[in-house]
Nanobody
Framework: QVQLVESGGGLVQTGGSLRLSCATS????????MGWYLQAPGKQRELVAA???????TYADSVKGRFTISRDNAKNTVHLQMNSLKPEDTAVYYC?????????WGQGTQVTVSS
């Protein structure tokens, strides 16, 4: 059974930083595109950032210049460094692993940015 184990969410003030982490098995990490999605209350889940197995990255326009996604190949872990956080970043953040039609999700971690 595929597991994506997330950590690092919490409460932070506007302008602060958080780092999210998502650990999985090597069979997933080495071959899947890893990503982070957010879902705010009453809204659809949307892509924040993704990184391919080769290291290519994609970011939502709203987070460019503030968030950085990276892979730690030694620990089969993907990180999302979030800087200059804004209240509108408040959401549940989900780790995602995707390869063709196969998609796996983590359980989600809450990020709350206070104004």
């Amino acid at each position: 059974q595929v597991q994506l184990v997330e950590s690092g969410g919490g409460l932070v003030q506007t302008g602060g930083s958080l780092r999210l982490s998502c650990a999985t098995s090597g069979s997933i990490f080495n071959f899947y595109t890893m990503g982070w999605y957010l879902q705010a209350p009453g809204k659809q889940r949307e892509l924040v950032a993704a990184i391919t197995s080769g290291g290519s990255t994609t970011y939502a326009d709203s987070v460019k210049g503030r968030f950085t996604i990276s892979r730690d190949n030694a620990k089969n872990t993907v990180h999302l460094q979030m800087n200059s956080l804004k209240p509108e970043d408040t959401a549940v953040y989900y780790c995602n692993a995707k390869k063709f039609a196969r998609v796996y999700w983590g359980q989600g971690t809450q990020v709350t940015v206070s104004s």
